[in-house]
């Protein structure tokens, strides 16, 4: 029963495209939500969070977006670039959880194509 | 800061051998972490502490798994005997807190193959 879903296994973008990643989650009672980026042979490395009390969270090239009423967020990267071409996870929190309690979905592999 | 380190980077074992996976975390972090990641279940929390005191082992597959850290800077992780379906990547993860603004570090992980 998966809490946090990542879809699309796979995504191929252009270089300078927008990249859009979706997560779905399932529970109401997560109020805050990140994303890991992950190289192979690496450990995943995290790239930025929303607070389930926004809607949006940007940073620089880095864009999070949450529709609570939808259960869904994403990510967007603009303009993505080669150097993108990762797995990216999403992961969410239970209220007042810590961070012992993140449930991570399984992944989405972008690839940004010269 | 050299971050999390991890060791081995690669196991490679036969079944019912006993696998010791070990992980130093950043110093400083109160907090650590040990996930497996199959294509299966994806990344999956076994155990964490905080202060060296195991808090929740909910995650951990069976007797056969056991975690130690005896202190801040050094956590072990035990599989005895190992069976093929432990196969698996094996990240360690520390953290300053559990606020919002402290995130998981990860090391690079330990990719355990066991036939």
């Known amino acids: 029963d998966q809490q946090v879903k990542q879809n699309s296994p796979s995504l191929s973008v252009q270089e300078g495209r927008i990249s859009i990643l979706n997560c779905d989650y399932t529970n109401s009672m997560f109020d805050y939500f990140l994303w890991y980026k992950k190289y192979p042979a690496e450990g995943p490395t995290f790239l930025i969070s929303i607070s389930s009390i926004k809607d949006k969270n940007e940073d620089g090239r880095f864009t999070v977006f949450l529709n609570k009423s939808a259960k869904h967020l994403s990510l967007h990267i603009v303009p993505s670039q080669p150097g993108d071409s990762a797995v990216y996870f999403c992961a969410a929190r239970n209220y007042g959880g810590s961070q012992g309690n993140l449930i991570f979905g399984k992944g989405t592999k972008l690839s940004v194509k010269p | 800061d050299a971050g999390v380190i991890q060791s081995p980077r690669h196991e490679v074992t036969e079944m019912g051998q006993e696998v010791t996976l070990r992980c130093k975390p950043i110093?400083?972090?109160?907090?650590l972490f040990w996930y497996r990641q199959t294509m299966m279940r994806g990344l999956e929390l076994l155990i964490y502490?905080?202060?060296?005191?195991?808090?929740?082992d909910s995650g951990m597959p069976e007797d056969r798994f056991s975690a130690k850290m005896p202190n801040a800077s050094f956590s072990t992780l035990k599989i005895q005997p190992s069976e093929p379906r432990d196969s698996a990547v094996y990240f360690c993860?520390?953290?300053?807190?559990?606020?919002?603004?402290?995130?998981?570090?990860f090391g690079n992980g330990t990719r355990l193959t066991v036939t």
């Open positions: 993860a520390s953290s300053l807190n559990t606020d919002y603004n402290s995130p998981l570090h």
């Open positions: 110093s400083g972090h109160d907090y």
């Open positions: 502490f905080n202060n060296n005191v195991p808090i929740d």
